[in-house]
């Protein structure tokens, strides 16, 4: 049998569970590869720490220097697990001119820099892959480039972020509002104490410029993504929602047609009986829709210790049977430049929520400014009211987002409109 030795960068919840998902089907996965995985190094920032560590085998040495790895010949794989951006940059960079191939977890990096590396590790025939970057343990990176290569990627949309999806899936469950269920995923450890990067929306932006990267050929990054959170979401918008048959989830869109790619993070009204509608929990999915295939769906956990170390290890796995056959950095990519589509130009009906005067002719006074920027209405409902103020709800069709937002400056400045609540997407797939 032959045999391979490979380092990992890191070993925290994900690096723990490559450590332990290789224990557990060593057998298993040697079996398939002819070749046994060792373990020789890991790079630390703190060993007191690590040393005490169960479940680490004796024969794995820690280090808290790169260059052990760098420098070991014998190490031919290195998997990078750490999560910063630039360290990782410079790592990765340097463990292809030496020769050796990468596996990453790093979103954050990949998002940003995914083709330059991607193009460097094919200069050194060695491979680059990153399938747990975007969904934990969902096997969704892959096919992008090679189970769905034969379609013209359409569109991808999906819910790519476990600790927004939790918060809303209890908000809709419970009737919660937004700050207890925040409170309650931070005590389970769904959301860290910095809840920031999730609920803005970044995390899940990050990702879906990787898959679009990948899908539609096209250099992308992060910064091409428009971004929205969850953070205006109310327990009304909710009940609303589920009034009208909709459930609202943060999703992560990507669409390319012929004027061009759009990149969207935003909360949306989605259909109740659509599958994403059913992801509850801390749970992802990702509807993929090819001018081949039609619509395809993946779901799974999205995070995790095991299943986001399944995705590292599969890459691993990959990368060995590269190896074995002498083929590593062989698969070229093609890429484009992408033309984004104006996000002023991007159409879809939305769902509008206001506090007015409760007094005559108000109605007719934000129809009309709907009405000069040739925005239909599909329906309007007077709420909750008291003598003085009432709430209504107004359902758009499809609409620029540019005409959508300078209508609500003209709405937000009529003397009888108190506030805009919100102004939340209706995604029709």
């Not at 820690?62 to 260059?67: G, I, P, Q």
């Not at 993946?298 to 060995?320: C, E, H, K, Q, R």
């Not at 209504?392 to 009888?416: H, T």
Request: with cysteine; charged share 25%; proline share 3%.
């Amino acid at each position: 049998m032959k045999s391979v030795s490979i380092a990992l960068l890191g070993c925290g919840t994900v690096g723990k569970g490559v450590v332990d998902l290789l224990t557990m089907n060593g057998p298993l996965i040697e079996e398939q590869l002819d070749t046994k995985i060792n373990i020789k190094r890991i790079l630390i920032r703190d060993l007191n720490k690590y040393e005490k560590m169960e479940g680490l085998p004796d024969s794995i040495r820690l280090t808290t220097d790169f260059s052990d790895i760098i420098n070991d010949d014998d190490i031919e794989i290195v998997v990078e697990v750490m999560g910063s951006a630039d360290f990782a940059k410079d790592c990765i960079e340097q463990c292809f001119r030496r020769g050796k191939s990468v596996i990453s977890a790093n979103k954050d990096l990949i998002a940003d820099y995914g083709i330059p590396l991607l193009t460097l590790s094919y200069e050194h025939d060695v491979d680059f892959q990153f399938e747990a970057s975007v969904a934990g343990g969902i096997p969704i990176v892959r096919p992008m480039y090679s189970s769905l290569n034969s379609n013209r990627i359409e569109e991808i949309i999906g819910i790519m972020n476990g600790t927004t999806n939790f918060i809303l899936s209890n908000m809709t469950a419970h009737g919660s509002s937004y700050e207890e269920v925040l409170k309650e995923a931070q005590e389970k450890g769904y959301a860290e104490a910095d809840p920031t990067n999730d609920v803005s929306g970044y995390d899940a932006a990050r990702k879906i410029a990787i898959l679009a990267t990948l899908g539609f050929h096209s250099a992308v990054t992060f910064d091409d993504v428009a971004v929205e959170g969850i953070q205006n979401i109310s327990k009304e918008d909710i009940e609303h929602a589920t009034e009208m048959g909709y459930v609202i989830k943060l999703l992560a869109i990507a669409r390319q047609a012929d004027d061009g790619i759009s990149l969207n993070v935003h909360p949306a009204f989605i259909r109740e009986d659509h599958p994403l509608a059913h992801v509850d929990g801390a749970y992802n999915a990702v509807c993929v829709r090819g001018n081949g295939v039609g619509n395809v769906m993946f779901y799974g956990p999205g995070a995790g210790s095991l299943p986001t170390a399944s995705a590292v290890v599969s890459d691993v796995m990959n990368v060995i049977l590269h190896r074995n056959l002498k083929m590593t950095g062989k698969r070229g990519y093609v890429w484009h430049e992408a033309k984004l589509k104006p996000q002023a130009e991007i159409c879809s009906p939305y769902y509008l929520r206001m506090i007015v005067n409760n007094a005559p002719g108000v109605l007719s006074s934000v129809s009309k400014v709907l009405a000069e920027h040739n925005i239909s209405i599909r329906s309007l409902i007077q709420k909750d009211e008291t003598t003085e103020i009432a709430e209504i709800v107004i359902l758009i069709d499809k609409s620029a987002d540019g005409l959508v937002q300078a209508s609500l400056q003209k709405i937000e400045e009529l003397s009888c409109v108190r506030k805009i609540e919100n102004a939340i997407r209706v995604i029709e797939v």
